[in-house]
């Protein structure tokens, strides 16, 4: 089973950025989705960003414009490039391949 680990979180301004990472014990380019989803206080865990095998993106529509997510398949790893943050976006975020989940990574957007 493919394990996930995901770092790049911390503490950031609003108005300002952060970059996911989530790093696979596998190969991942086979993987028909793969997904960042995070989880606020009291709140469903809710999916943020997806892409495909193909390169095929979606995104929940509070974040489109300001997060890409993308993959390098050479290295296992995708990624959420956040930018413009807002104390909306603070949460735990996971990444998620199916059947396995990615342990967390805490984004705290605060002044």
């Known amino acids: 089973q493919v394990q996930l680990v995901a770092s790049g979180g911390g503490l950031v301004q609003p108005g300002g950025s952060l970059r996911l990472s989530c790093a696979a014990s596998?190969?991942?380019?086979?993987?028909?989705?793969m997904g960042w989803y995070r989880q606020a206080p009291g709140k469903q865990r809710e999916l943020v960003a997806g892409?495909?095998?193909?390169?095929?993106?979606n995104y929940a529509d509070s974040v489109k414009g300001r997060f890409t997510i993308s993959k390098d398949n050479a290295k296992n790893t995708v990624y959420l490039e956040m930018n413009s943050l807002i104390p909306e976006d603070t949460a735990v975020y996971y990444c998620?391949?199916?059947?396995?989940w990615g342990q967390g990574t805490q984004v705290t957007v605060s002044s």
């Open positions: 892409i495909t095998s193909g390169g095929r993106t």
């Open positions: 998620y391949i199916p059947n396995a």
């Open positions: 596998g190969v991942i380019a086979s993987a028909a989705f």
